[in-house]
């Protein structure tokens, strides 16, 4: 069975740092886009960030450019998420998923799905 599994979220002040990882079994890591996206208490789950399969494109979205960095290992299996600068708006329930193609970074795009970290940035 795949298996998306998410670890390292928490509670960070605002300004902070915090670095989400998540790690896939069941699949061929390489032969997947990897994404993170996110979902607010009564909001639609949004698209985050993604990379595709080597690691050499990035997309993010406009919300978190400058301040979040994907990244991914394919020896070991791991998908990551370094969130600088956090702000109270970034608090969600982050999710890792995987895709079999570069193409749109919506929810729709993405078969695979991790049960969710979550992330919650307050004073």
């Known amino acids: 069975q795949v298996q998306l599994a998410e670890s390292g979220g928490g509670l960070v002040q605002p300004g902070g740092s915090l670095r989400l990882s998540c790690g896939a079994s069941?699949?061929?890591?390489?032969?997947?886009?990897m994404g993170w996206f996110r979902q607010a208490p009564g909001k639609e789950r949004e698209f985050v960030a993604a990379?595709?399969?080597?690691?050499?494109?990035?997309h993010y979205t406009e919300s978190v450019q400058g301040r979040f960095t994907i990244s991914r290992d394919n020896t070991k299996n791991t998908l990551d998420l370094q969130m600088n600068s956090l702000k109270p708006e970034d608090t969600a329930v982050y999710y890792c998923a995987a895709s079999d193609k570069w193409v749109k970074f919506t929810t729709a795009d993405y078969a695979y799905w991790g049960q969710g970290t979550q992330v919650t940035v307050s004073s």
């Open positions: 990379i595709s399969w080597g690691g050499g494109s990035t």
């Open positions: 069941g699949l061929t890591f390489t032969s997947y886009v």
